[in-house]
């Protein structure tokens, strides 16, 4: 059964200091890794999706990385902002088989202080 | 707008009253699933449809139902609600989604007494 673990699991640093949001997953047998953010008491919103044949994505200030064979993904945020606050999840959907079930990891709840 | 959307956003409801939560698409998605979160337990998957013809169980299908009679929508029915189905539900889509980013509902908010 897949996991997915994200590290850590709060995360507070100063406005303006570039961070890295870990997940992993124990089952490297991938389609893709999406990453969301959630605002308290919302939905969630896409930021990145890397496809298993990619190694990295970007988007603005964002930059996401995949290493399939060893099960780890990383967001990095560069020039942090307040309203970068928010709860950050990676979640990955399986391929092997008929197994299309989406897993989530728990999410990093970010605080950027001004 | 492409959007997803549930209704309704927020319920109160009984142990044992049958309820449906609707959930529809307008961006012609064939793949379409419900999640419930929790705190602590993150949000984990109850059904997930790759298409109007194949339903499967999520992680945690127990007391819930699903149909998906055409694509746009899919429907969360909870035959019989137990306090512990008291959660947080988002439903999401996407094109296929096998290569293709997920977009989430706004979530519909249960309570369960």
């Known amino acids: 059964k897949q996991e997915v673990t994200q590290i850590p699991a709060a995360l507070s640093v100063p406005e303006g200091e570039n961070l890295v949001l870990n997940c992993s997953f124990t089952?490297?047998?991938?389609?893709?890794l999406q990453w969301f953010r959630q605002d308290p008491g919302k939905g969630l919103t896409s930021l990145l999706l890397?496809?298993?044949?990619?190694r990295e994505q970007t988007s603005g200030r964002l930059n996401a990385s995949l290493d399939k064979s060893s099960g780890r993904s990383t967001l990095y945020i560069a020039a942090s902002q307040p309203g970068d606050s928010a709860t950050y999840l990676c979640?990955?959907?399986?391929?092997?088989?008929?197994?299309?079930?989406?897993?989530f990891g728990k999410g990093t709840l970010l605080t950027v202080n001004p | 707008e492409a959007q997803v959307t549930q209704n309704p956003r927020y319920l109160i409801t009984v142990t044992g009253k049958k309820l449906t939560v609707t959930c529809s698409q307008n961006?012609?998605?064939?793949?379409m699933s419900w999640y419930r979160q929790d705190p602590g337990l993150g949000l984990r998957q109850i059904y997930y449809?790759?298409?109007?013809?194949?339903?499967d169980k999520g992680d945690v299908p127990e007391g819930y139902k699903v149909s998906r009679k055409e694509k746009r929508n899919f429907p969360l029915i909870l035959e019989s609600p137990s306090p512990n189905q008291t959660s947080l539900y988002f439903c999401?889509?996407?094109?296929?989604?096998?290569?293709?980013?997920?977009?989430f509902g706004p979530g519909t908010r249960l309570t369960v007494t």
């Open positions: 999401a889509s996407s094109l296929t989604g096998l290569g293709y980013e997920q977009y």
């Open positions: 089952d490297s047998a991938i389609y893709n």
């Open positions: 890397i496809q298993s044949s990619q």
């Open positions: 979640a990955v959907i399986g391929s092997g088989g008929s197994n299309y079930k989406l897993t």
């Open positions: 961006m012609n998605h064939e793949y």
């Open positions: 449809s790759m298409n109007v013809e194949v339903t």
